[in-house]
Every structure is written in structure tokens, then in C-alpha cells.
């Protein structure tokens, strides 16, 4: 089991950035794929972006791309998000989730095992 942590949220001007970390417990992390989820008040919640256990590969939504980075640093059991031309619509909870299967960069969220209590990004105008 993974205990995941997530800091870094906090209040925005839109177009601003911020830089998001999840930090993971125990010994496991690096053979897990790793993912960034969100959740808007009414709204279902909403991947983000995805990682491989070795960070090889990627991906993201549609509608970060370009805009976001995910990455990590298996050494320091941490994940990041790297967010840059904030939007307004893109105020959120967000949520770091692991994957311990690590096979696959899964955008649906039932396929991840384990999650953090999210951290509040909030952007404003």
C-alpha cells in the first residue's frame, strides 16, 4: 500500500502557474504508474495527466496539452504536476492517484488504487 500526499495548490491569477507534488510513502512508488486527476464543484472528476513507474511515458488530456507537465523523481518518491497558463475553468481539487498494476497510463480513474485528499487550485481573474 502507498500513502499519497499532495501539496503545492493554492490561489492564482489566470494565466498564471503553479507546481504541484504528491509525496508518496514506502518502497513501492517507482513500479507504480501515477496519474493527476481533478475534480470542479458539480462536475465528475476529470483525468489529467498520466505517468509510466520510470517516467519514459506520458500523457495528458486534450485540454492541458502543452500547458502541463508531468514528472517525477522516483529517488524522492514524488510526483509533480508543472502548470503553466492557468484558466479560470481549471479551478479545482486536484488529485494524485497510483496505479500499482504500472502497466498502462490510464485516464479512467477506477484503474487506480490508491489516492491522495487533493489540493485546491484556485484561479482567479
Known amino acids: 500500500q502507498v500513502q499519497l500526499v499532495e501539496s503545492g495548490g493554492g490561489l492564482v491569477q489566470a494565466g498564471g502557474s503553479l507546481r504541484l507534488s504528491c509525496a508518496a510513502s514506502?518502497?513501492?512508488?517507482?513500479?507504480?504508474?501515477m496519474g493527476w486527476f481533478r475534480r470542479s464543484p458539480g462536475k465528475e472528476r476529470e483525468f489529467v495527466a498520466a505517468?509510466?513507474?520510470?517516467?519514459?511515458?506520458?500523457r495528458y488530456a486534450e485540454s492541458v496539452k502543452g500547458r502541463f507537465t508531468i514528472s517525477r523523481n522516483n529517488a524522492k518518491n514524488t510526483l509533480y504536476l508543472q502548470m503553466n497558463s492557468l484558466k479560470l475553468e481549471e479551478t479545482s481539487v486536484y488529485y494524485c492517484?497510483?496505479?500499482?498494476?504500472?502497466?498502462?497510463?490510464?485516464?479512467?480513474?477506477?484503474?487506480?488504487?490508491?489516492w491522495g485528499q487533493g489540493t485546491q487550485v484556485t484561479v482567479s481573474s
Open positions: 492517484a497510483a496505479d500499482r498494476s504500472g502497466s498502462a497510463l490510464s485516464g479512467t480513474a477506477r484503474n487506480y488504487d490508491f
Open positions: 514506502g518502497r513501492t512508488f517507482s513500479s507504480y504508474a
Open positions: 505517468i509510466s513507474p520510470s517516467g519514459t511515458w506520458t
